[in-house]
Structure formats: C-alpha cells, structure tokens
C-alpha cells in the first residue's frame, strides 16, 4: 500500500473536524433533532460548506502551517480564514432572507445564523485544538528522547522578555539540560504577578534573596537581550551576592536565528562522556565515622571540595567547617550548603592553609575531629612558573595543618595527592610527593590517622582538560586534542568525591589508599562527544586539531594510577600502599631547610632546590617491615 503523506493525512483531518462541527451545529440549534426541512437543506448544503471553509484556510496558507511547531503566528491565520468563511455565509444568509420571496430557489441555501455561529466556534476549537495536541505530543515524545536521569537545578531567569520566554519554552522541553525554571525576576513592576509559560514573575532584582530563599534557586541565567553592558553587569553582581552561580545568554540575534544553546547553561553530563555513574555511597561503613562529628574540609570552594562537602553533610555531621582562600567560592558553597541541609552547622573560615595561626585559632574555637585537605594549587604549568606559592601552599600548608591535627588529636587527616607522586618530575608532583612524606612520618609518630588518596585526572575541574575542551568549544573551536589513539584514565568529580570518603573508611594510617580509574577513555571520542553535547558536530562546526602543547602535558594521554605492589580493600576500586616509615626529625630539619630557600627570588634555584630536597629525603626511607 503507498504510504499516506503528512500533509494528506492532516488535510483529510481537517476535512473531518469541518464536517464534524457543521453537523454537531446542526443537531446543537435544533436539541438534537433536526426538522426534515431543514435536514435536507443540510445535506444539500455540507459539501459547499465545508469547501468554503477549507478554500478559506488554502488561500491564508492555513494548511501548510506543521503542526509540530503551531504557534500564535498560525492561530491568527486560522481564526482570520475561518472569519472569513463564516461572514460569507452570514451575509448569504441576510441576503438571501430579503430575496427569497422573488428567488423561492434561495430557501435551500439558507443556514439559520445559529448554525452558522456555533459552527464557527465549533470548528475553531477543532482545528486549533488538533494541532495543539499534535504540538504537545511532539514536545513530549522530544522531551522522552532526550531525558535523562539528571537531578534539574533550580534556576531564575532574569528578564521577563522575548528571550525569557524563548528560554522558558527551550527549558520546558528539554529536560535533559537538567535545568528547572523556578521563577523570572525582572525590575518592570506592571510584570510581576505575571506568567510566561506558566513561569511566575516572581519580583524584582532588589528582592532577590527573599525569591531566592523561597524557591531554592540555585543558578540564574540573565535572559535581557542586547542590554547595555553595565545593565548586564549590574544583574550579574545581584545574582552573585544572593549566592546564584551566574551565565548570561547571548544577543537577541542569536535567539532569532535560532543558535540560542541552553546546553551552555546547564552542568555538561559527564556521566554520558564516561559511560558510567558515580558509586553509592556506604553509609553503614561512613556513618560511623562522620555522623555526629566536626568535619572540617580545606579547599571547600574547588570543585572536588563543594561535592565533598555536599556528600559529607548527606551524612549528618556535627557541624562541617568550610575553609577555602576564595571568598566567591567560599561564598558560594555556604550557601548552597544552607539552602540544601538548612538543619545543618556549617562554619565558612577565609583561610589560607599557609597561616598557621588563623588554622590554630580554628582548632581551638571548633575542635575538629576529622580533616579532608583538598587544598592545593592544581595546574601544572603556572605551579611551574611559580615554584615558591607550590611549596608554601601545598606542601608548607599541609604540614602546619598535619601538626595542628597531631597536636589536637584529630581521629583522622585524609590529603587528596594525585597519581604523579609515584614519580615526581615536577614542581606539582614533587611537592605532592613530600607531603605524602610527611604525613606518613607524622602517622609513625604519634596517634592520628594520617594517610593519603592517589587519583588521576578529574573531569569538571579546573584546569582539566575537560575545562579546556569546553572553554575552546565556546570560543568556536578548534579543540586541542592529544595524538590520535591518544588515551586518558580519568574519574568525575562525584565519583572522586565518593572515593574519597570511602577511602576515608577504608584507611588505616600511614599509607597511601590508590583509586582504580576505569578504563581508558581516548581523547579524541571524549572530545567529539563534548561536542555533540553541545549540540554541535565535530569536524564540521568544530575543527578538531591533534598536538600537544606544554600547557596540556598532565591532561593528556596519562597514565592510570600505578597499582604496582598495592594490596586490595574491601573497597573494588581502592587499593592499599604501604608507606615507608620516614623520620619525622629528620624529615622536619630537610624541610625546613627547603622553606628559607624561599626567601630566594628566582624561581630555578627555588626549584632545583625543591628536587634536590625530595631525592635526600627519600634516600633516607625505610621500607616499612
């Protein structure tokens, strides 16, 4: 059988509710029992009407109009085309009324104006309630399509206008961008009250923090089109200070054309990238060592710190102490805290790890009974260039925090190392390296746990090179990539989190805890499947450009974390190191003749310094028995 066209079967459609509604008029004007009169006029008549009607529709272009996308646009032309058939026959009827009596002929084309106004309403609400259904059975069966098991984040738009509502309605039938829109706010008072697509405006700028308290948003997207540049700024400052992660959608040329990519707004699913979820958290096992306790979490602005702490206050703490250098980031992550665990004690500390008596002062007011340092500068290339901030920061930080928490009595120190401490040939992974060091040393001598998590590349931090790939993609390419066939192991950030926690139980003191990355993802799929995701297509919208630059030397093509001689858990994806057993003296005297190298101003004999300190203080290793 030939197959039957859309557009056929839409017109036979409308043929159908035509007929439908002019006999249902009928059967309305006379109580549902017509007078054999008038039913032999109808019948005469039926074709004739229904062809005007539907050659009223044809001359305003009303057929060819998709119903997937109906819209106002085609509402009006269906209304005027109906309007027109209706006046027609109306008029027919007045003037034929006056004429019958010297046209007896005219009686049988005489529809009693009753019939023809209920016939109108009747066939509006037909046609136009075909093609909404048509439209909303599309959107929903595109929302089906794209869904995905995505918690959406609560999100404000700011600007109640055209491209609010461009942006409401892209929101509303795409569930997979994870977004939910919780509100506009826009300063036009005569708006407020108001809906665009059944989304409340909710007030204006200045009552920010009482919407965003009683809709728990999380994010705002400014949707103010080719607004001045200090108006967009001015919204952008009042979104941050009510704690609001912040983007803004591009000109309204943009929109118009259709190029407007929520895809840009919304957290990229990493999870598609990887092929996997993060795993469940062991509450029986973590409980124990959380609930009820004082946490403290350094670096709790970064990306791996914030799901941290978000996965340490699902276990019920005491209290949680967030100690971060970033006022934003700090900022931000109390917040959100607040607003997603209200019950919750959570303690904001602006704080660098490298000020021994701000942390002294910490330890004495809140007592912590377990640490989770995550602080640490993470990008290879500037640590280069910057040898003395590496090893205040990271390696002098976690020493004056590991002694404050041995002489505090802390129950345990878990440090966030990564997998470039099994062989250090730089500033990043020396300094990594010399912690670990110490940690192990302190574990030797006295009684907390101190011990160390090794994990890879995590994607969705900053500086990965998942950051970069999505920065260049912005920009419009091209996207660096690694040799081709090149292959990288990396984690998520939850995943990461997770891990850590987990080792955080499964530890013991005095080693290191190694995570199982998975399997290898190449670069190149992760990077064309980033651009998919960006509703993009690789090679074609975005060029895809194969090298490796010095900038991107630990982001690609890394290796999975050495397992070598490292023992099981019960944990599948944790693996046990043991540490040797360094003297904590000795190791002391060492470091602290690295810090007044410090004082040095160029950054080569800071770092020559630096190698030559983590060659000496291996040399003096023993291997635990």
Not at 170 to 185: H, K, M, N, T, W
Not at 388 to 415: C, P, Q, S, W
Not at 443 to 456: C, E, K, N, Y
Request: with cysteine; charged share 20%.
């Amino acid at each position: 059988m030939p197959k039957i066209g859309t557009r056929s079967l839409q017109s036979t459609l409308d043929l159908l509710l035509l007929s439908a509604a002019f006999w249902v008029a009928f059967l309305l004007r006379f109580d549902g029992v017509i007078p054999y009169l008038y039913l032999k006029r109808a019948l005469f008549l039926w074709p004739y009407v229904i062809l005007l009607q539907y050659l009223s529709m044809v001359l305003l272009d009303a057929p060819r109009f998709s119903w997937r996308y109906f819209g106002l646009r085609e509402t009006n032309r269906i209304v005027l085309a109906l309007a027109l058939s209706s006046t027609f026959l109306l008029g027919m009827r007045l003037i034929g009324a006056r004429l019958v009596k010297r046209l007896g002929f005219l009686q049988y084309v005489q529809i009693p104006i009753g019939v023809i106004l209920l016939d109108f309403i009747l066939v509006l609400l037909a046609i136009l309630a075909a093609r909404a259904l048509r439209r909303l059975i599309g959107e929903r069966r595109e929302a089906s399509r794209h869904s995905v098991d995505l918690a959406p984040v609560p999100t404000l738009l700011v600007g109640a206008g055209s491209a609010g509502l461009v942006v409401a309605r892209e929101i509303s039938g795409r569930p997979d961008l994870g977004i939910q829109a919780v509100g506009f706010v826009d300063d036009d008072q005569s708006k407020v009250g108001t809906e665009l697509h059944g989304v409340a405006v909710r007030g204006t700028t200045s009552q920010l923090d009482r919407i965003v308290r009683e809709t728990k948003a999380r994010r705002a997207i400014i949707t103010i089109a080719n607004a001045p540049r200090h108006h967009i700024r001015q919204m952008e400052e009042a979104c941050r200070k009510a704690g609001l992660a912040t983007q803004t959608i591009p000109g309204i040329h943009e929109i118009i054309s259709g190029r407007v990519n929520l895809n840009r707004f919304t957290p990229l699913s990493i999870d598609q990238l990887l092929g996997r979820r993060p795993p469940a958290l062991n509450r029986d096992r973590l409980l124990p060592i959380i609930a009820d306790k004082t946490i403290l979490v350094t670096g709790a602005g970064g990306a791996i710190g914030t799901e941290l702490c978000r996965q340490v206050a699902s276990l019920t703490p005491a209290r949680l102490l967030l100690v971060e250098r970033a006022e934003p980031h700090l900022f931000a992550v109390h917040h959100g805290l607040g607003e997603e665990y209200p019950s919750l004690q959570t303690v904001p500390w602006l704080c660098d790890v490298s000020d021994g008596e701000r942390l002294r002062s910490l330890f004495d007011e809140t007592a912590p009974e377990v640490i989770l340092h995550a602080a640490a500068y993470q990008n290879w290339a500037l640590v280069e260039k910057n040898p003395h901030e590496a090893i205040a920061n990271n390696l002098e930080g976690t020493r004056i925090l590991a002694d404050l928490a041995r002489e505090k009595g802390v129950d345990r120190f878990l440090y966030l190392s990564a997998d470039s401490a099994w062989h250090p040939d730089s500033v990043l992974s020396a300094v990594r390296r010399l912690s670990e060091i110490v940690l192990a040393a302190l574990s030797g001598a006295g009684d907390p746990h101190f011990f160390t998590v090794r994990f890879g590349q995590v994607l969705g931090t900053s500086g990965s090179i998942l950051s970069q790939m999505q920065a260049q993609i912005a920009r419009g390419g091209p996207v660096t990539v690694g040799d081709p066939g090149a292959t990288g192991h990396f984690l998520t950030i939850p995943e990461a989190a997770t891990l850590v926690l987990e080792a955080a139980a499964v530890g013991s003191g005095g080693e290191v805890l190694l995570v199982d990355m998975g399997r290898p993802i190449e670069l190149a799929a992760l990077a064309s499947e980033l651009i998919r995701l960006n509703e993009l297509e690789p090679g074609i919208d975005i060029e895809m450009v194969f090298s490796q630059p010095e900038a991107q030397r630990q982001t690609v093509a890394a290796p999975p974390v050495n397992l070598a001689g490292a023992r099981p858990t019960d944990h599948p994806r944790l693996f046990r190191l043991a540490m040797e057993r360094p003297d904590l003296e000795r190791v002391t005297r060492q470091l602290d003749a690295l810090r007044k190298r410090l004082a040095i101003p160029r950054p080569e004999p800071v770092k020559e310094a630096l190698m030559r300190t983590l060659v000496e203080v291996e040399a003096t290793l023993a291997p635990t028995p």
